[in-house]
């Protein structure tokens, strides 16, 4: 008897072995379809049937919600593509004073959450704003119906407000790309009789377009999973819709089917993403490179130049990091007696716990898929790792709703068995925030974990079990001391998107559990902007760190040297695979 | 049965296309072989089946008396338990490991004695300065020591080579070929090499096992595989041939350098007659460019052991090489049609162009096989 156990255990171990798989195999599926478990969820609650809810939807906000978001898409989109490719190009392709600062400091604006810059913008131009002041004082207008001001709290304001925040993406991609470019390219079109303007457009953006739409459509995927700037500026797009039909008309199926509609958008953005990026491989063709022609420009181009870079860097992070600078010194007392280090304290714990998480898990995943467990490992991985383009309100119901059942099955359970119930272990409380970072935010440290294995070859794998190492001992007497550095960038990136992160948070927190970012948001939807300065502040200071680590690479980076910089230079922030 | 043995061992990859097919090999302990073949030929895989890094399919691994593999059954003893050394073609040496690190990573902690041993390798190998640093700092052929060091510390019972030269320049190789080989040679390990490079088996091996398309084609001494090739693929793998037609006549082959044996094959078969380089051997007539070509005819030599017939040629260009000279010569066959010939002189022989010369054929490296 015990035999025939014995030899259908074995059998079916072969079986699985058979498929690709292995104690570490199995670990790594098991492991990513835990991650996975939110998409999945939203997926199913998505296809389930539930008719009337649907059909109220439809009739009422939905086409709103769609009409919106697409407008906001479309406006991002354009705004992001013209600010990053053009003040990218400028930087790579032209001499003009205060080259070199842009070309790192246009990174900054990444550090701002759109939330803040939002609040901050609505404090400085609307109708009591430091602006409208200055303005009625030198013309003399008594009140609102002497003059017109643009509307800052809509869809244009919104538009406007992303686009400052999330062109750094398109910038950073798109300079990358140009860098990469043979020059011999460049001058072939110039000698064919094109001038630098066509060249730009009929060679250079061409050619960097499947970098651009990549920037591009991780500016998108940022802008869909926008909430606190949609919110506080009403405009009813999927993201405040799914909230507002959640927590306001409490209606978690309706929320659900919210969401799955806007998977449709989220699937397109990935699909053209991944599509770009295969693209992108082509584009390595010429070995040549010397060093960039640099077009010197002249008197009022060059002002035009240096002009078109300093405002982006100028609104999109000097702006916010003046105002706030100036309102955290000015009320920081207040700040402080608003429970200021609790929040801190949370936001720290928090982020610091899923960083850690994400680090193991994707250091797991990525050597699991390493080991070759053949493609069901690859593709649970891949599908693990797609969290980071799922909004975070989508993702939240994912959590939430799992979670939710498996507290009212060990509730019920306990009550059976003990006689004593549980109550809400899982959902509501600190587990149910961390899952949700790690589901979103795997695909950073995945990313980064995955390229800086890449490039230990795998040869280095064999010597180490010819030599008598198990794939545990391997990793930890090989792969983990080659890959030290990178370990450290991904828990920094993961941990300062946990930080700026708010709509997972908002959903997801304990009742009356405040980190920073809710803390943050709170106050200013309630005019309270210098009062949780000093809060707005330490996100910003926090998103500085990761800006640092792509700067450096930037300044080490010479034009006309990619082999340096290119690597590094699409790196952490969008190393997604 | 000890060493390594590879029984009837088939492998595909996810193409489907087959990338060994049946293939056997036999190592015995303190014998050196040599997986001979073209890039993509699968001697690679092989030696990745053998050491357990691609998991086996179909057939057999067995190393000392305890197989390790079995593809009918899926019995997989992992990399690490099966007690090999396989050295890499980029040697794969740890970067953030200094050099005696590097060489004693496979021991265990209480092993002192394979310590010393590593200390006291390292410096017979001029690398005793060289312990606390850091590979890449080290030269190729530094690297390639510390890799075949590396890979014999634990004292494997199989050592696997892949490529183990490739990466050396040519003047390096040559020293390190024969410093890897002594080395080995003290050892009682079974050796499997894998590389592309015929001179480099022939030199270092006990046995050849020549393969192609997934398949041995030749199992033999280097001699053996050298004059005695199975097939025209074989003897095309050790160096440049000339390619003469003919058809087989009771037993021999007539060509216009002469009768060759062939009473292997039928008579009334097309034959495809291969002649090395070095096989052809040319004399001058003393008949210079200046006489026209053919007006009096070179005398055909007497036919020995080491000598065809022969007959007479024209020379195109003779370019010296250092240590030989390539000549390239045209013969006029009966019918007219000409048909040009290399072949590759010892020491400097330049005869002018138009000049006339005899030329014979070694039997001994002319092979005869049935025309594909």
């Keep these: 008897m015990a035999t025939t156990t014995m030899d259908k255990a074995n059998s079916l171990m072969r079986a699985f072995r058979r498929l690709g798989f292995d104690g570490w195999a199995i670990g790594a599926v098991a492991v990513a379809a835990l991650v996975a478990t939110p998409l999945i969820a939203v997926v199913i609650i998505a296809v389930a049937p539930s008719g009337d809810i649907w059909s109220h939807l439809s009739s009422t906000v939905l086409p709103l919600y769609i009409e919106k978001t697409l407008f906001l898409l479309l406006g991002v989109g354009v705004g992001t593509f013209v600010i990053g490719t053009g003040t990218a190009w400028l930087v790579t392709m032209c001499r003009f004073p205060g080259r070199w600062f842009f070309n790192w400091a246009l990174l900054l604006p990444l550090a701002v959450p759109a939330y803040v810059l939002a609040f901050v913008v609505t404090d400085q131009l609307e109708y009591a704003g430091t602006l409208q002041v200055w303005l009625r004082e030198i013309f003399g207008w008594k009140n609102r119906q002497d003059y017109w001001f643009p509307e800052i709290r809509s869809l244009g304001g919104a538009i406007a407000v992303m686009t400052l925040v999330l062109y750094p993406y398109v910038y950073l991609l798109s300079r990358a790309a140009f860098l990469e470019q043979s020059v011999c390219v460049l001058e072939v079109s110039r000698t064919l009789g094109k001038g630098p303007w066509r060249g730009f457009f009929s060679v250079a953006l061409p050619l960097a377009r499947p970098a651009i739409v990549v920037g591009v459509t991780l500016a998108l995927m940022e802008a869909l999973n926008d909430f606190g700037t949609v919110e506080f500026f009403a405009v009813p797009t999927f993201t405040a819709g799914i909230y507002d039909v959640w927590l306001n008309m409490n209606s978690v199926a309706g929320a659900a089917q919210m969401a799955s509609v806007m998977m449709v958008l989220v699937l397109a953005l990935i699909g053209t993403e991944r599509f770009a990026r295969r693209g992108q491989r082509y584009h390595h063709t010429s070995s040549k490179y010397s060093t960039l022609p640099s077009h010197r420009l002249e008197s009022w181009t060059a002002a035009f130049a240096f002009v078109a870079c300093l405002l982006p860097v100028l609104l999109g992070f000097a702006l916010p990091a003046g105002v706030l600078t100036a309102y955290a010194l000015e009320f920081y007392s207040d700040t402080l007696s608003a429970k200021f280090f609790t929040y801190a304290a949370n936001s720290l714990s928090l982020s610091a716990i899923a960083a850690g998480l994400a680090v193991l898990i994707g250091l797991f995943l990525a050597y699991g898929s390493r080991l070759g467990g053949g493609p069901v490992v690859k593709a649970a991985t891949r599908f693990a790792s797609i969290g980071y383009a799922v909004p975070g309100a989508i993702l939240a119901i994912g959590v939430m709703i799992p979670l939710a059942r498996l507290d009212n099955a060990l509730d019920g359970l306990s009550q059976q068995v003990l006689g004593i119930p549980t109550g809400l272990l899982l959902s509501g409380t600190i587990v149910a925030v961390v899952y949700g970072y790690v589901a979103r935010f795997l695909a950073l440290s995945y990313g980064t974990l995955e390229a800086s294995l890449d490039k230990i070859t795998p040869s280095m794998d064999g010597a180490a079990r010819t030599l008598g190492c198990t794939p545990g001992q391997a990793l930890r007497r090989v792969h983990f001391p080659l890959v030290r550095g990178s370990l450290l960038t991904a828990a920094l990136l993961v941990f300062v998107d946990c930080m700026k992160e708010l709509p997972l948070t908002i959903i997801l927190r304990p009742f009356n559990y405040e980190t920073l970012a809710t803390f943050v948001f709170q106050y200013a939807s309630d005019e309270l902007l210098e009062e949780s300065a000093l809060g707005a502040l330490t996100i910003v200071a926090a998103g500085i760190l990761p800006v640092i680590l792509l700067s450096l690479t930037i300044v080490r980076s010479r034009p006309g040297h990619p082999a340096g910089g290119m690597a590094a230079d699409t790196g952490p922030e969008v190393a997604v695979p | ?372």
């Design chain 2, 1 to 372: 049965m000890s060493g390594l043995h590879l029984n009837n061992v088939s492998h595909a990859f996810n193409s489907g296309n087959p990338v060994l097919n049946g293939v056997s090999v036999f190592v015995a302990p303190g014998e050196l072989v040599c997986l001979l073949g073209p890039s993509g030929c699968g001697k690679t895989t092989l030696l990745r089946v053998a050491a357990g890094l691609e998991h086996l399919q179909v057939g057999q691994v067995t190393i000392g008396e305890r197989v390790v593999a079995e593809g009918r059954h899926g019995k997989h003893i992992p990399t690490e338990k099966r007690g090999i050394g396989l050295m890499f073609q980029d040697y794969a040496l740890f970067p953030h490991l200094n050099v005696l690190e590097n060489v004693t990573f496979g021991l265990p902690e209480n092993a002192a004695d394979r310590r010393q041993w590593a200390l006291s390798a390292l410096s017979r190998m001029g690398l005793a300065d060289y312990a606390a640093s850091y590979p890449h700092i080290l030269s190729g052929g530094q690297q390639q020591r510390v890799a075949l060091l590396r890979a014999l510390a634990p004292e494997p019972r199989v050592l696997l080579l892949d490529e183990p030269f490739s990466g050396l320049d040519v003047t390096r190789r040559v020293d390190i070929r024969a410093e890897t080989l002594g080395l080995l040679k003290e050892t009682d390990v079974a050796t499997l090499m894998v590389t592309h490079d015929p001179e480099e088996a022939m030199f270092m091996a006990d046995r050849i096992l020549v393969m192609d398309e997934g398949r041995v084609i030749q199992d033999g001494t280097p001699v053996e595989t050298y004059f005695e090739p199975l097939t025209a693929f074989v003897a095309a793998l050790f160096g440049p041939v000339n390619r003469l037609q003919g058809m087989v006549r009771d037993g021999h082959v007539a060509t216009i350098l002469g009768d060759f044996g062939a009473q292997h094959l039928e008579d009334g078969a097309p034959v495809e007659i291969l002649i090395r380089h070095e096989g052809l051997r040319l004399s001058a007539t003393g008949q210079g460019a200046e006489i026209q070509p053919g007006e009096i005819p070179c005398k055909p030599a007497p036919v020995d052991n080491e000598n065809s017939a022969g007959a007479c040629g024209r020379m195109l260009s003779a370019r010296p090489l250092g240590r030989s000279s390539h000549v390239e010569l045209v013969l006029t066959a009966e019918d007219g049609t000409e048909i040009i010939l290399e072949a590759r002189i010892p020491g400097v022989f330049l005869p002018q162009p138009g000049a006339e010369v005899l030329v014979t054929a070694n039997p001994r490296q002319t092979h005869v096989f049935l025309a594909s």
